[in-house]
């Protein structure tokens, strides 16, 4: 009796353990939503949470604390030209690793209902969204699964982000939007201040997962080459049964890009 007791302390203890180990991905979490008042005070924190064990982390997020504009004004626009218009790359990792392919339909109604089982709220994201996904690693129990979830899907969609911001990828996605749009928004700051925040989490997961690196079961999949597929179709390069399906939050198919697909 005595040893069961003990042998379940120690299962206790272990899950406890765990449980802080991965409160920072919390604070993560909040770093890649669209930025209040509050974000700045969330980097000292950060950078104090990971300061002992993820040295590398802790000054890429030195980095871009001294690179981020003090006008709040400022840092949300970097934010939506880096993320969400005429964007570098999305945070949605559904959308990195599969487009909007069928497949991400799936993947989204699977997160979604992780995401209830423990009572995860997912805001205005989708279910695929880099902070939503982050905050749930905390409260997710079952290992195996955490780490399925981190090794083949979180690390190569964040690879795929940092990829995004490579010379040769800005200036495709820069011919490509001046062409689509006729005019390239330029913001005050540089879009590359995330890059620093983007490499700081892949290095944390690395450090706490130890991705594979060597595993790509995603191919050439990019943002840029998601994106050119996008526009062409908005061009009618494309023939009308070549379209993509739509989602709503719960990652049910909602209907398509072009109105005709069932």
Known sequence: MLRVT????????????????????????????????SYYSLIPQLISELATDYPDATKELESFSKLLPADIYDLQEIYTKSFEVQAVTSLE????????????????????????AVGNELGTELSDHISNVLRLLPKMQDEKVIHELVTMMIGPAVEVMMKEYSPSNMEAKDKLYKKQYKTLIIPSIPVGVFLHLIKALYMVLDDDFVLVKENKPFGD??????????LEVEEGKKSSNSCGPTFDTSGVMTGSSCGTCV
């Not at 909007?100 to 339909?105: A, K, L, S």
């Not at 999949?221 to 996008?230: I, W």
């Open 6 to 37: 003990q042998d379940l302390d120690l299962r206790q203890n272990q899950l406890e353990g765990y449980k802080m180990k991965r409160d920072h991905y919390l604070t993560l979490s909040h770093l890649f939503e669209y930025p209040d008042e």
């Open 93 to 116: 990792i559904g959308y990195l690793l599969y487009g909007d392919d069928y497949t991400r339909g799936e993947v989204m109604v699977g997160l979604n209902q992780e995401h209830r």
């Open 221 to 230: 999949a990019s943002f840029l080459g998601f994106l050119t597929s996008e």
